[in-house]
């Protein structure tokens, strides 16, 4: 049955941000799949990708008080979902962080709203998770309280040890991590494609070889 999380395989797959082949990762792993979430660069894509961020959220069942867009991806990210939100009418509060301190005008590293409460990170992917680790030291460094992470597709691949990156973050911070879809969602998506059925056999072959159990 299609839900949301189908639906932005799809649109991922139309735009393109969603390719199938071999390519390699970060890992030096020969990956049959790449996602590019930077390819949602256009209004349109980013509207649409906004709106399965916000379904996302509602699903979750994640209560917060104000969303956090760390840089660079997740600055267009938070400032899309939060429109897309407040015309749902959830109007919350949104900041995102400058990778360089400013030392004039209001200065520091912060814009936007305030962290307080309950914190909602929201970024494209996680894969070291070094941009987690510097946004959680933001918000508890402001006094706030990081509420979890919201990520665009999770490839429930092992990082360096025996968990994902996104286990890690877990297990490191004690925070949940929600994402759009996961490769789960991915396979369900090419196991009703006919057509890409050889890359849906590549895709559990790499799935065998460096998931995570689920």
Known sequence: MQDFRQEFIAYAVARNVLRFGEFKTKAGRLSPYFFNAGL????????????????????????C???????????????????????????FPYAYNRKEAKDHGEG??????????????????????TSVRESVELIRQAGATPAGVLIAL?????????????????????????AVATLDDLM????????????????ARYRTQYGVPR
């Not at 649409?48 to 961020?53: E, R, W």
């Not at 999770?154 to 990156?165: F, H, K, V």
């Not at 369900?188 to 895709?203: G, P, R």
């Open 108 to 129: 520091g590293v912060l814009v936007g709203a305030p962290l307080a409460g309950r914190v909602l990170i929201i970024d494209d992917v996680i894969s070291a998770g």
């Open 188 to 203: 369900a998506y090419l196991a009703d494609h006919a057509e890409l059925a050889a890359h849906a056999d590549a895709v």
């Open 65 to 91: 008080d104000v969303l956090f867009g760390p840089a660079y991806k997740g600055i267009p990210l938070v400032s899309a979902i939060s429109v897309v939100l407040a015309q749902q009418g959830q109007n």
């Open 154 to 178: 999770d490839r429930m691949e092992r990082g360096q040890g025996d968990l994902s990156a996104v286990q890690e973050v877990t297990r490191d911070y004690g925070i949940p991590v929600v």
């Open 40 to 63: 949602f660069n256009d209004g349109e894509a980013l509207a649409k990708l906004a709106q399965f961020y916000a379904q996302a959220i509602g699903a979750s069942g994640l209560q």
